[in-house]
Each structure stands twice: as structure tokens, then as C-alpha cells.
């Protein structure tokens, strides 16, 4: 095991783990209710990007639920959601505004983005995902374990 594997989770700090853990609750709950909420009161089926769409979510809720126990091991799930919300502005947001419409999700994708900015040990980042080796791209030779 490297340096940076065996020391970066160290450098994490307990009140970093309890915020990533806050935010994994928070998406479990809120998100996992919204979508069942969905799931139970639709009255006909959802077109495929709906679909899509909320099936996304409910996988974001229920290994968010991973995260609470596993923060470190999730820290993915925070960057989907990180991606997907700022993504989202360029993306969804912009033209809606170039044709003079609005969205009620602006202010809320804004708050999570922050959230996930504030929450995400970046050290931690930089050292286990940029730093660290990557796993291999070739097979095996007999006789090695590495």
C-alpha cells in the first residue's frame, strides 16, 4: 500500500467525516422521500427521460445511505452530484433563461454545489485520487502478485 493510501484518510478530520455524513443523510432522506413521493402519487408512467431521471436519483439516495457509514469510500457519489448540479446551469438553466422562462431548482442546485464544495476534504482528493497510482491496465504476469 502507498504513503498516500495509508496516511490520507488519517488527514481527515472526524468533524470532515460527520459534514460527509451530514450530507449523505441529508441525501438520503430528502432525496429518497422525494422520489418515492414521485413514485407513489404519479398518476400515468413516466416518458423515459423522467423515468431516467428518477431512477437516477433513487440510486443517489440509496448509495448515499453507503456513504453514511463509508464517507471516504462514497466520496463519488458527492462528485456525480457535484457534476450533474453544476452541469446543470450551463446546460438546463441557461437556455431556459435565454428564452425567458425560470427554475425554482437554481437557488437549491446553488446550496448543494457550496455544500459539496465546503464538505469535500480536497487534500484528501488530491492525494488519493491525482496522486496515488491508478489500477493497472494490463494483466498479471505469472509468478508476480503486484
Known sequence: MSEATTSAPARVSLMRLYLLRAMYLVNFALVG???GYEFIHRVKA?????????SFWA?????????IRYPLTMLPIVFMQLCYKVL???LA?????????????????????????????W???????????GE???????????
Open 93 to 121: 438553466y441557461l437556455p431556459l433563461q435565454a428564452a425567458g422562462r425560470t427554475s425554482d431548482l437554481a437557488a437549491g442546485f446553488l446550496a448543494a454545489i457550496a455544500a459539496d464544495l465546503i464538505v469535500i476534504p
Open 88 to 90: 446543470w446551469f450551463p
Open 46 to 54: 413516466w416518458d423515459q427521460i423522467t423515468g431516467a431521471a428518477f
Open 59 to 67: 440510486a443517489l439516495s440509496i448509495l448515499s445511505a453507503l456513504g
Open 33 to 35: 422521500t422525494g422520489v
Open 136 to 146: 493497472r491496465w494490463t494483466p498479471l504476469r505469472r509468478g508476480r502478485l503486484t
Open 123 to 133: 487534500p484528501y482528493v488530491a492525494a488519493h485520487y491525482f496522486k496515488n497510482p
